[in-house]
């Protein structure tokens, strides 16, 4: 059986009570990074082994782990944060292991764009999500030409390091229309801003910007 384990985002108490079972008693723990995982893992004491697997080793770690599937082992597939397969590499054992009909099944858990949604306020019964935007600024404003289009909610992340060059290429091509900016969603510092593009761009640049960034149009 693989095991798709959505972990916290942030809060290492947003974890439900099934994936800590699953997570205890599968053979195999398959991580992006065993180091971050190992946080978790120590904190609800999990001595479960672990093995990376990442973008770089893919293929071959892919191979390994479809090798012990056949063999009758259980492995659980986490990602750093949130559901595995949504912008890591996840997806791919998971196509390999339908491909070779080894039994799958998912552990429900937190995920930012959904949080970010639902805080947001905006309509939800119909959204896109965009995952990240190119981090050159032409690719960028032309994905969110074509963004623009859409006659639906809009999420999409942004990291600390792009996030005001992608406020004013959002200033600049939805004007004054509402939008909402998470931060560090489930942590700490969470913050969520509400406004016009124009105000939360000034809002922003007065602190030096940090964490993740989940923005909802």
Known sequence: MLYIVA??????????????????????IACEDTRHTRILLDHYNISTATTSFFQHNQITKGQYLLKLLKEGKSVALVSDAGMPGILDPGYKIINLAIKNNI?????PGATAFINALVLSGKPAHSFSFAGFLPNKSGARRNRLKELSKL???????????????????????????????????????????????????????????????????
């Not at 916290?8 to 599968?26: M, Q």
């Not at 390091?161 to 229309?177: M, N, P, V, Y």
């Not at 909402?180 to 700490?188: Q, S």
């Open 7 to 28: 972990t916290p985002i942030g809060n290492l108490k947003d974890i439900t009570l099934r994936a800590i079972e699953v997570l205890k008693s599968t053979d195999l």
């Open 103 to 107: 039994e799958i099944t998912v552990i």
């Open 151 to 217: 006659k639906q909610t809009i999420i999409f992340y942004e990291s600390c390091h792009r996030i005001l060059a992608t406020l004013e290429d959002i200033q600049s091509i939805f004007g004054e229309k509402e939008i909402v900016v998470a931060r560090e969603l489930t942590k700490k510092f969470e913050e969520i801003k509400r406004g016009r593009p124009e105000d939360i761009l000034k809002e922003v640049k007065q602190q030096k910007p940090r964490g993740e960034f989940t923005i909802v149009i």
